[in-house]
């Protein structure tokens, strides 16, 4: 079975892995630190990509949630250079990745291309899961997306 490494990229960035046939989740936070560079968050996020690769032993396939459209400036700029990163890296490193937007992810959870936060959480939650916040549940929801669509 593949491994498989699904994002809900951000500050806070839902992830998604599927390994052996588990599904294991959660978040990972890269808001910069005090004194930290403006780079820093991404640098943090390319270390933990790696991490990622080296505990499982290599990933067959990355799935990023594409937005297209952001409320403010700033999370448009931080997704921008999170996407940026991680298709270099998955460049660099041989791996193949693909954007599915988020109403596909949506409307494959829950049966609406429009749900919204809540709804996702309870579809990801009537499947077994427990995530801790939307970014999780995203995550949880692009994975299933991505495993039909490899069967």
Known sequence: MDTI?????????????????AILSGTMS???G???????RYLRFKHWLTEMRNKTGGMDA??????????GVDAA??????????????????IPYEGVPVQTIKKHATG??????????????SKGHAPEDDNEADAIALLYFAREKND
């Open 34 to 40: 005090r004194f930290d560079g403006g780079g820093m």
């Open 62 to 71: 990355i799935y990023f949630e594409e937005v297209r459209r952001h409320l």
């Open 5 to 21: 490494l699904c994002l809900d990229l951000g500050t806070t960035t839902g992830w998604a892995l599927q390994q052996d046939g």
């Open 77 to 94: 700029h931080a997704y921008g250079g999170f996407m940026a990163h991680l298709t270099a890296w998955c460049e660099h490193h041989n």
């Open 112 to 125: 609406k291309g429009n749900a919204n936060k809540d709804a996702m959480i309870a579809a990801i939650k």
């Open 30 to 32: 890269f808001k910069p």
